[in-house]
């Protein structure tokens, strides 16, 4: 199993331009997060998704979309960049009825 | 709103030394705490899971314990290793969102 998988790694953005950062399980995991990470804020949660078709707004949503239409993929879509959106994006799946989550890699974006 | 604290930011210790790290909350109403380590410019790996049933993990050499009636959860390192050197992160919540700590740097010196 490849577990949780990031694309790009890197991307540096100009304001006002729109991306979507990709995020893929195979391990058939029903739930699947975004955070973000800050130097000395910790991660904090972004979107998540209980199952295809089905998303709610985490702590920080402002400025970005999610949708999930498949059980593997969980893209999010930065829709407007600002410069206030550099940081480090992280994914997580888990399964139902586990609490252990399962981090990608991580993709570090700088919007300038 | 749960809130999370890891204290200290920045640790320092000497090889082989066994060590503590604390994580604390405010709500005690969690369903588990996991504790993940961090290296530099990569993910999260996932070192223990407590679940709210439960009051320790053990896995090697790192012990993790649970006190839900005072909001702490520590995380014991024994015969600490140069290789151990990592951020080590708390979180707490349910499998559709946690609440993380800003974690705590530990650097391990030969």
């Known amino acids: 199993n490849a577990g949780v998988t990031q694309t790009p790694k890197f991307q540096v953005l100009k304001t006002g331009q729109s991306m979507t950062l990709q995020c893929a399980q195979d391990?058939?995991?029903?739930?699947m997060s975004w955070y973000r990470q800050d130097p000395g804020m910790g991660l904090r949660l972004i979107h998540y998704?209980?199952?295809?078709?089905?998303?709610d707004q985490g702590e920080v949503p402002n400025g970005y979309n999610v949708s999930r239409s498949t059980t593997e993929d969980f893209p999010l879509r930065l829709l407007s960049a600002a410069p206030s959106q550099t940081s480090v994006y992280f994914c997580?799946?888990?399964?139902?009825?586990?609490?252990?989550?399962?981090f990608g890699p991580g993709t570090r974006l700088t919007v300038t | 709103k749960q809130e999370v604290t890891q204290i200290p930011a920045a640790l320092s210790v000497p090889e082989g030394e066994n060590l503590v790290l604390n994580c604390s909350f405010t709500?005690?109403?969690?369903?588990?705490l996991q504790w993940f380590r961090q290296d530099p410019g990569k993910g999260l790996t996932s070192l223990l899971l407590?679940?709210?049933?439960?009051r320790e993990q053990t896995s090697g050499r790192l012990n993790a314990s649970l006190d839900k009636s005072s909001g702490r959860s520590t995380l014991y390192i024994a015969a600490s290793q140069p290789g151990d050197s990592a951020t080590y992160l708390c979180?707490?919540?349910?499998?559709?969102?946690?609440?993380f700590g800003s974690g705590t740097q530990l650097t391990v010196l030969p």
């Open positions: 979180a707490s919540g349910s499998a559709r969102q946690l609440t």
């Open positions: 391990m058939n995991h029903e739930y």
């Open positions: 407590i679940q709210s049933s439960q």
């Open positions: 997580a799946s888990t399964r139902d009825g586990s609490y252990e989550q399962y």
């Open positions: 998704s209980v199952g295809a078709g089905i998303t």
């Open positions: 709500d005690s109403a969690i369903y588990n």
